[in-house]
């Protein structure tokens, strides 16, 4: 691992996407106009300020997730990782360049949504804005890392799609949206204590209500910082530098 | 570093892709220096063979030594350059961009970055998105990268495919200029028109090693006029030309369509 490779590739991947203007407006734009959509619907009742928190937590999470994903199975597809690893780059700079440069992409898209959901749609954030984004960002992390194991077992872009109500759709049925995890099925809602997306939503809907700790809240990001670390070591040992 | 070591060393390799051995047992060496050309119909290992070289290949059994040292090891990795058989650069970045990144991986001087451009004639593209480029140019971005740094082996897999005329005739140039600057260079091609270029011959057929030798010495033992004749009579000679496999390799195989494009290149000339 060596810094300057690390930041290298994520200079690259930031200018790949400087060139596709079209994927940075969808990007940044288009989680902000669904949370002014579901405000918009729910706009004479108060189910937006129920789940308006744990929307902030999904977009980064599904977003950074195909993004990723799909970058990360071109790379492999095109040759270019073949050759990065055949060159000095370790596997470890590969994966931090990545997430560090579509962390910084969540860290615009999740303020924007943030800025959106509190100043024109309404929502009360009785807790610290900074901690909303913390975990809207710790949301967009994991959403990488999922992502970059997620190309691994993907030998097309179809394959790598389909990744995405495997590892995603249970994440958001199970995480306490559409009811709450203490009134789920038993045996689901430990399943659920084991998603890490539930823990973002406790984390968000927690700032939201301003009903726990900082520590608490900061203890839900670490659980989601160690789901982030065991994806990353994961999916580092899927990328080999000798393939059949 | 053993500078006296040759630039590659393989004994009895055995690679196997899948259910079938592409390589069964193949032992070859590559003296420092010079331009080695790798030749064989599509389908022969070449592509096998030249992956076990840079590492990448995941190997059954044998032993690949490269520049004194097992290949893919970390040493090698600024030692060894490699050109992919399609172009591996990122289409949406600039020529310029894709050879800054490879370069910094590499830890390369920033001067390398102007030189590789202007050694594959690509100065005047510098600033355009590879996407827009044409395969020939794009495929020079991708050998541009593996210049970076000044390898002390170049393992290039076709590259030479899709060029015009003029195009490979410089690059050829290039190619015995690194040479004669010490660079080993083991080029691999399905067009024997360019084995007469090449300072020595490697002819590979169904995973094994044919022939290994200096192009004149190839066409004086086997009393042939050209390297296809020459590759048609060692197979001949060895009477394992048969029904059902393959009749001259350079007209058979999965890359026909090429090969058609070869044989009629033979009418009009080069290209």
């Known amino acids: 691992m060596n810094a300057r490779r690390t930041l290298a590739t994520a200079?690259?991947?930031?200018?790949?996407?400087?060139?596709?203007?079209?994927?940075?407006?969808l990007l940044l734009v288009v989680p902000t106009l669904l949370i002014g959509l579901l405000a918009w619907i729910f706009v004479d009742t108060d189910v937006f300020q129920t789940i308006g928190p744990a929307m902030i937590a999904l977009f980064p999470f599904i977003v950074m997730f195909l993004v990723t994903s799909i970058a990360t199975l071109r790379e492999r597809r095109s040759g270019t990782l073949e050759r990065l690893l055949a060159m000095p780059l370790g596997r470890g700079d590969f994966i931090l360049g990545y997430?560090?440069?579509?962390?910084?992409?969540?860290?615009?898209?999740?303020s924007i949504a943030v800025t959106f959901a509190v100043w024109v749609c309404g929502l009360t954030i009785e807790g610290s804005i900074w901690l909303l984004l913390a975990v809207a960002l710790a949301d967009?992390?994991?959403?990488t890392a999922l992502g970059l194991l997620a190309s691994a077992f993907a030998r097309t872009e179809f394959q790598v799609v389909q990744f995405m109500p495997?590892?995603?759709?249970?994440?958001?049925?199970?995480?306490?949206?559409?009811?709450?995890?203490?009134?789920?099925?038993?045996?689901?809602?430990?399943?659920?204590?084991?998603?890490?997306?539930?823990?973002?939503?406790?984390?968000?809907?927690?700032?939201?209500?301003?009903?726990?700790?900082?520590?608490?809240?900061?203890?839900q990001i670490a659980i989601l910082g160690a789901f982030i670390v065991g994806a990353i070591v994961l999916g580092s040992i899927t990328l080999r530098r000798r393939t059949p | 570093m053993n500078s006296a070591a040759p630039a590659v060393d393989i004994r009895n390799l055995q690679v196997r892709r899948g259910t079938t051995d592409v390589l069964h047992g193949l032992d070859l060496s590559i003296a420092r220096g010079g331009v080695v050309g790798l030749l064989g119909p599509s389908g022969s290992g070449k592509t096998t063979l030249m992956r076990a070289i840079v590492g990448v290949q995941v190997v059954a059994s044998g032993t690949v030594t490269v520049l004194g040292e097992p290949a893919g090891s970390v040493p090698l990795r600024h030692r060894v350059g490699y050109v992919t058989q399609s172009a591996s650069v990122y289409d949406d970045l600039t020529v310029a961009q894709n050879i800054a990144y490879f370069s910094s991986v590499l830890g390369a001087p920033r001067s390398d970055i102007a030189r590789v451009i202007d050694e594959t004639d690509l100065t005047p593209f510098a600033d355009r998105v590879v996407a827009t480029l044409s395969g020939g140019q794009r495929s020079r971005v991708s050998l541009a990268a593996a210049l970076l740094g000044a390898p002390e082996l170049l393992v290039l897999d076709e590259p030479t495919v899709g060029?015009?005329?003029?195009?490979?005739?410089?690059?050829?140039?290039?190619?015995?200029?690194?040479?004669?600057?010490?660079?080993?260079?083991?080029?691999?091609?399905?067009?024997?028109?360019?084995?007469?270029?090449?300072?020595?011959?490697?002819l590979m057929r169904d995973g094994a090693m044919l022939a290994d030798d200096t192009p004149q010495a190839l066409l004086g033992a086997t009393g042939a006029s050209d390297v296809e004749g020459a590759f048609l009579a060692i197979i001949a000679s060895r009477g394992d030309v048969d029904a059902d496999a393959a009749p001259p390799p350079a007209r058979h195989g999965p890359g026909r369509r090429r090969h058609r494009h070869r044989r009629h290149a033979r009418s009009v000339g080069e290209r």
């Open chain 1, 99 to 110: 997430t560090l440069a579509f962390s910084l992409l969540a860290v615009a898209q999740a």
């Open chain 1, 11 to 25: 200079g690259r991947v930031l200018q790949q996407i400087r060139h596709d203007p079209r994927t940075i407006a």
């Open chain 2, 163 to 202: 060029l015009d005329p003029v195009l490979r005739v410089q690059l050829w140039e290039l190619f015995h200029r690194l040479a004669d600057a010490g660079t080993t260079l083991l080029v691999s091609s399905h067009v024997m028109d360019e084995a007469t270029r090449c300072d020595r011959l490697l």
């Open chain 1, 166 to 219: 495997v590892l995603v759709f249970p994440q958001i049925l199970l995480g306490g949206i559409f009811l709450p995890r203490d009134q789920l099925p038993p045996v689901l809602e430990a399943i659920s204590d084991w998603l890490p997306l539930s823990h973002a939503i406790d984390a968000l809907n927690a700032v939201a209500a301003d009903s726990e700790s900082a520590a608490w809240i900061w203890g």
């Open chain 1, 140 to 143: 967009a992390i994991l959403g």
